[in-house]
């Protein structure tokens, strides 16, 4: 059974501080996603990483993938509040009939002014 | 947005009741998938399709069944809706299977009381 655990689970940090959210999954993979949730929202895809070593930013976010580690980081820079979210990383992984997510439990992040 | 709308976005039910929750999309995409989402656990799969009439279970299956019988709608039907299946459920949606992001519904709030 794939197993995705995130952590740390609740993180609250200073705006202007970094800081990194780390994913590792139990199985085999080289696809993983980053999803953003806003506080009864819908999710948002941030990054898709599809091979050993892919690294992708967008603005104060930074996403890596290391298959032989099976371990994903999300990194935030300089946190603002408009970062505050629960952030999901999710693993790609051959099922049945096509290729399913299984979703890490969220990190909760809060950015205090 | 991806054009995705699920209906309806807020249901109250009792115990022992049959429910149907509608996914819609129009972005001709293959496959279909609804999660739900509780506390404490992220996001599990409940079904997917990978194309008209086509199905298969996810990880938390039991107790829900799904049809298929246009591309742009997928049905979840609750058959005896029970206290344990209040959740917030997602529609979500991608082009091709492996590699390929989705993109998630607006959510519907279930409560069975």
């Known amino acids: 059974e794939l197993k995705v655990e995130q952590n740390p689970l609740f993180l609250s940090m200073q705006e202007g501080k970094n800081y990194t959210i780390y994913c590792n999954y139990s199985?085999?993979?080289?696809?993983l996603y980053w999803y953003r949730q806003d506080p009864g929202k819908s999710l948002e895809s941030l990054f898709v990483?599809?091979?050993?070593?892919a690294v992708k930013q967008e603005g104060r976010l930074m996403a890596s993938l290391d298959t032989k580690a099976r371990l994903s980081t999300l990194h935030i820079t300089a946190a603002v509040h408009d970062l505050s979210a629960t952030y999901f990383c999710?693993?790609?992984?051959?099922?049945?009939?096509?290729?399913?997510?299984?979703f890490g439990k969220g990190t909760k992040l809060s950015v205090i002014p | 947005d991806a054009g995705i709308t699920q209906s309806p976005r807020h249901k109250v039910t009792e115990t022992g009741t049959p429910v149907t929750l509608r996914c819609h999309q129009t972005?001709?995409?293959?496959?279909m998938y609804w999660y739900r989402q509780d506390p404490g656990h992220g996001l599990r799969l409940i079904h997917y399709?990978?194309?008209?009439?086509d199905t298969d279970k996810g990880e938390v299956s039991d107790g829900y069944s799904v049809s298929r019988s246009k591309t742009e709608d997928f049905l979840l039907t609750l058959e005896s809706a029970t206290s344990s299946q209040t959740s917030v459920y997602f529609c979500?949606?991608?082009w091709g299977s492996g590699g390929y992001e989705q993109y998630f519904g607006p959510g519907t709030r279930l409560t069975v009381t």
């Open positions: 399709s990978y194309g008209v009439k």
């Open positions: 990483l599809l091979s050993n070593g």
């Open positions: 979500a949606i991608s």
């Open positions: 199985t085999t993979s080289d696809r």
């Open positions: 999710a693993v790609d992984i051959r099922g049945a009939g096509s290729y399913q997510l299984t």
């Open positions: 972005e001709n995409h293959r496959y």
